[in-house]
């Protein structure tokens, strides 16, 4: 098998910890990420291009005789990167690792993939769609539902599009913001309205060639700002995997009521698909419920799932290329993964960029996935340069010990104003 060069496209501790894992590979011949960060241009080639400039992305898939483009984040693929290839004449060869645009419009539209599930009786929450001309309709459904309420921007919005409501007055007030004030843009032209699950929350994710799949290791992560889920939301604070609750019976429900009727579902639909899916589940006394749909892996789960992986994952990306996936095999380490996001101070509101980052030598313990980092070359140091900066990773043969080594490796790491939460996982040591 002649060795590989591979295209990352993305910027953040996801894509990091992809070309960390890929870099790993004895199949690997040249690796490129598009456009990086500063730790990912220790593990390949950085290339400064936009991950939605479709045209760039070509030039640089031919001159650099790219095999395999991995697409993370979710804007490329619901623009339809996965379709510019297919039919452009020169890039028909190209595996590229994410959904056509009819697939990725299981994240790219949230009415969509509602409707999707109820076709194929995949366990979800009650909901209706809603737009401006169908505002007192959307106002009566509220009123039929008790609380808290549920409001979901159709389209894309950089993950922050869920808003929920405690009071019916909110509900009301937030609905109208998001139709006629347009808060959260094209987004929330739609509105989803959704009954509440009742739960605890955590992800799966499979890789999948549209007929057959490999179900990744499951991973729950912490979204809000601040010790015991407090403040707002963000893209996320730390994750840990495996998930204690969701034990080999609760996967089993999701494998039988969630994985194979989605995979089935898009197969019965003719939708292609060559990429992830990331499964936002309920775990509902016992029972899996989707919350959503993602066409990517997440960002900080990456960071907890790519140390998990004993296999070879470029193979397995090779395999998924080759139509035989069915045949891959993934095998798991059996450690607990944790990662914790170090932030920079007042994310995810207004923060400051460009602070000098140190101790990045010192981390012997853990793992550090760059996310928001640029490195200059001039003086040698690399500078914040996003909210989110760095993912802490690390194993050990419980959460405990796990935990002990991040916390460890984040004690050697410093910037100014950073901050990071010291809870991740200890919901799951009760």
């Not at 799966?204 to 991973?219: M, N, W």
């Not at 490195?375 to 900066?389: C, E, F, K, M, N």
Request: glycine residues 10%.
């Amino acid at each position: 098998m002649h060795k590989k060069n591979v295209l990352i496209i993305g910027s953040g501790g996801r894509e990091h910890a992809i070309a960390w894992k890929i870099a790993q590979s004895p199949l690997l011949h040249r690796l490129y990420i598009a456009p990086g960060n500063g730790g990912t241009g220790f593990t390949g080639t950085n290339i400064p291009i936009s991950d939605c400039d479709f045209e760039a992305i070509k030039r640089v898939v031919l001159e650099n005789d790219i095999d395999i483009v991995v697409v993370g984040p979710e804007n490329p693929l619901v623009q339809g990167i996965a379709d510019f290839f297919e039919s452009d004449n020169l890039l028909q060869d190209v595996l590229v690792v994410g959904p056509s645009k009819l697939g990725a419009r299981l994240e790219g539209s949230k009415d969509f993939a509602k409707q999707f599930m109820k076709r194929h009786q995949i366990p979800t929450a009650a909901y209706e769609t809603f737009d401006k001309s169908t505002i007192n309709k959307a106002i009566d459904f509220l009123g039929r539902l008790s609380a808290p309420y549920v409001l979901k921007a159709d389209g894309l919005a950089a993950g922050k599009g869920v808003i929920i409501c405690n009071s019916l007055d909110e509900a009301v007030v937030e609905l109208k913001s998001m139709l006629f004030e347009s808060k959260f843009g094209e987004a929330s032209s739609k509105v989803v309205i959704e009954e509440f699950l009742n739960g605890i929350e955590l992800s799966a994710f499979v890789i999948t060639d549209g007929i057959s799949y490999k179900v990744l290791p499951e991973a729950k992560d912490y979204k809000r700002v601040g010790v015991g889920n407090t403040g707002p939301n963000t893209g996320g604070m730390g994750a840990v995997s495996p998930v204690p609750f969701a034990g080999s019976d609760f996967m089993r429900k999701v494998e039988e009521r969630i994985i194979k009727p989605t995979v089935n579902g898009l197969l019965a639909e003719n939708i292609p698909y060559k990429g992830f899916i990331f499964f936002g589940l309920m775990n509902v006394n016992g029972d899996p419920y989707v919350i959503e749909y993602n066409v990517r892996l997440g960002d900080p789960e990456t960071e907890v799932i790519m140390p998990r992986i004993k296999s070879d994952f470029l193979k397995i990306l090779i395999d998924l290329g080759e139509n035989r996936l069915q045949d891959s095999v993934l095998e798991l380490h059996n450690d607990t993964a944790v990662a914790v996001m170090m932030v920079s101070g007042g994310y995810p509101g207004t923060y400051q960029k460009g602070m000098v980052i140190n101790g990045l030598d010192n981390s012997d313990l853990s793992v550090v996935f760059h996310a928001g980092t640029e490195y200059l070359d001039d003086s040698q140091t690399y500078i914040t340069a996003g909210g989110r900066v760095l993912a802490v990773s690390a194993t050990g043969d419980n959460m405990s010990i796990a935990r002990e080594k991040v916390y460890k490796g984040i004690g050697q790491l410093s910037f100014t104003n950073h901050f990071f939460r010291t809870d991740i996982g200890n919901d799951l040591m009760l």
